[in-house]
T-cell receptor, first 110, second 114 residues
Framework: NAGVTQTPKFRVLKTGQSMTLLCAQD?????MYWYRQDPGMGLRLIHY???????AKGEVPDGYNVSRLKKQNFLLGLESAAPSQTSVYFC?????????FGPGTRLLVL | DQQVKQNSPSLSVQEGRISILNCDYT??????FLWYKKYPAEGPTFLIS?????DKNEDGRFTVFLNKSAKHLSLHIVPSQPGDSAVYFC?????????????FGQGTILTVHP
């Protein structure tokens, strides 16, 4: 039981490049979330999903897209990366009221 | 508009003493509160939670207190241990149709000195 896993762990992008961050969970949780963490700002919700095939916008969705084609996977896409998207990205899945987080993906956009 | 605030960026305590981390919120619709602990290069891990129908919840060395009238919660760690050194985030949700979305505070860095 790996819990929540994220790939890649670290990535450097040039402005304008695209990439997809993968989140996988093996706990059969319905709800999944993507957050970004920036210094002094805590974690902010980007997008979330309440089940396979559903997605919704969070607090800071601009510049990101998501897909939940399979219950266990939640993908976060950056179509055209910008330096403002340099951050640490965390995925989480939820059981009852508690969210369980992955180890994070550190993204640097030059 | 920061709905959940942790006004102390850092806290330093001696091993064996009590650590008290504070959190304030402005949204009166929040009805569930959580504390997460985060080590460097790792994801946040759940520590303890409290529902708005309670004013205290304990789990071993960790106790969370909720003062709804003051819109304030605190996390007490007794006794503090060097392994408790980490960033602590408080988070809140509104339940119901919020789909479990959490609003986080900025975090407090706790350092426990041996």
């Amino acid at each position: 039981n790996a819990g929540v896993t994220q790939t890649p762990k670290f990535r450097v992008l040039k402005t304008g490049q695209s990439m997809t961050l993968l989140c996988a969970q093996d706990m059969n949780h319905e709800y999944m979330y993507w957050y970004r963490q920036d210094p002094g700002m805590g974690l902010r919700l980007i997008h979330y999903s309440v089940g396979e095939g559903t997605t919704a916008k969070g607090e800071v969705p601009d510049g990101y897209n998501v897909s939940r084609l399979k219950k266990q996977n939640f993908l976060l896409g950056l179509e055209s990366a910008a330096p403002s998207q340099t951050s640490v990205y965390f995925c989480a899945s939820k059981l009852v009221e508690t969210q369980y987080f992955g180890p994070g993906t550190r993204l640097l956009v030059l | 508009d920061q709905q959940v605030k942790q006004n102390s960026p850092s806290l330093s305590v001696q091993e064996g003493r009590i650590s008290i981390l504070n959190c304030d919120y402005t949204n009166s619709m929040f009805d569930y509160f959580l504390w997460y602990k985060k080590y460097p290069a790792e994801g946040p891990t759940f520590l303890i939670s409290i529902s708005s129908i309670k004013d205290k919840n304990e789990d071993g060395r960790f106790t969370v207190f909720l003062n709804k009238s003051a819109k304030h919660l605190s996390l007490h760690i007794v006794p503090s241990q060097p392994g408790d050194s980490a960033v602590y985030f408080c988070a809140a949700s509104t339940g119901g149709t919020s789909y479990g979305k959490l609003t986080f505070g900025q975090g407090t860095i706790l350092t426990v000195h041996p």
